[in-house]
């Protein structure tokens, strides 16, 4: 019986410490931007260069 009773307390501060850490990432402005990571796939990266596998005479290099 007294198992139950230390499970309890245990899954009670791990509880109390998921509830204290999401109460301060939505304090620090963590789940703000909303809009971003919806669009963000629609644009391109800047440096998206494709490997150049041409020789000057038209031959692909292996």
């Known amino acids: 019986m007294g198992i139950i009773y230390l499970m309890l307390i245990v899954s009670l501060i791990i ?8 109460l301060w ?7 703000e931007d909303d809009h971003t990571p ?17 020789e ?3 031959s692909t290099k292996v």
């Open 56 to 58: 000057d005479d038209g």
């Open 15 to 22: 509880a109390l410490f998921f509830l204290v850490s999401f």
């Open 38 to 54: 919806s669009i963000r796939i629609l644009f391109d990266d800047e440096n998206n260069e494709q490997p150049n596998y041409l």
């Open 25 to 31: 990432a939505t304090k620090n402005g963590q789940f």
